[in-house]
């Protein structure tokens, strides 16, 4: 029998914000930081790792860990990390990963978002289906975070 979990989740969102403010929520980390719930050390560097503690409640005993893959000014930001990895006392590093996709596009009353996560098929059988699930609920909560962390917060940091 065919496995029916999809490979890839996309969501979309249009931002009323620039497209360079929408930039710095997603790629300053300080920013980022505070829309996705963690705490994450350093910045984001196309080749590097970066990784910090979860920050939501009933979450905060995560740490989350991502390599960031491309980083393409104010178009498109890219990383690899370990999905749906929630279980306490579980190693995940030798799963394979899952790469998320963000890309920008200037429209009509602000700024397209778009996330797309792959890889799906990839993971444990076991594992494919809840972590499909949790992060396709997950990105639809995280674009409203952005959406309401700009609006909070028109102008960029410096």
Do not use: C
């Not at 503690?53 to 393409?72: I, N, S």
């Amino acid at each position: 029998m065919a496995d029916t979990v999809p490979d890839r989740i996309e969501k979309q969102i249009v931002l009323k914000a620039p497209r360079s403010r929408v930039w710095k929520a997603l790629t300053d980390t300080r920013e980022f930081n505070q829309w996705f719930h963690v705490n994450l050390a350093g910045e984001f560097r196309a080749g590097q790792r970066t990784t910090g503690p979860v920050t939501k409640p009933g979450y905060d005993h995560l740490t989350m860990e991502a390599w960031v893959e491309r980083v393409e000014p104010e178009t498109f930001f890219s990383f690899r990390w370990h999905p749906f990895a929630i279980e306490r006392g579980v190693d995940y590093s030798k799963e394979p990963t899952t790469t998320v996709e963000f890309r920008l596009e200037e429209v009509p009353g602000g700024t397209r978002l778009t996330v797309t996560e792959t890889g799906f098929q990839r993971l444990p059988a076991a594992r494919r289906g809840p972590a499909h699930e949790a992060n396709s609920g997950g990105w639809a909560v995280q674009l409203q975070n952005i959406e309401r962390h700009v609006a909070e917060h028109p102008s960029p940091r410096a």
